[in-house]
């Protein structure tokens, strides 16, 4: 209640669901754990996470790479490291298959089934 003894607008449901979907986002969480622990039905999750996807959708951040000249290691034996959100990491070795890569970053890049 307010000091005038008036009470508090009460969040509206698509408020309500918005700050679901935000703690989910940055829970890193896949659906099924975060609505189990919360014990919403995911029929209902899913039905708000598309309605409000533009509002929810996770970004993918442009990151700046920099290499250095000077190596100590022959760098044909140095892996690449690319860390995606929710710390998934893909270390690739020299001789990789371009075509496979590709393919795990769009699988990795891709927002959780829904």
């Known amino acids: 209640m307010t000091a005038g003894g008036r009470r508090e607008p009460r969040e509206s449901t698509k408020d309500h669901w918005k700050r679901i979907l935000e703690d989910w986002v940055a829970s890193g969480m896949d659906e099924r754990d975060c609505c ?38 022959p760098i044909s034996s140095v892996p690449i490291e690319i860390v995606f959100p ?29």
């Open 36 to 73: 189990r622990r919360s014990v919403i039905p995911i029929t209902k999750f899913r039905w708000w996470r598309k309605r409000l996807r533009p509002e929810h959708a996770v970004p993918t951040p442009f990151v700046s790479v920099r290499v250095k000249k000077e190596r100590s290691v």
């Open 86 to 114: 929710r710390d998934r990491i893909v270390r690739v070795r020299p001789g990789f298959d371009e075509e496979t890569l590709a393919r795990i970053v769009q699988i990795l890049e891709a927002p959780p089934c829904g």
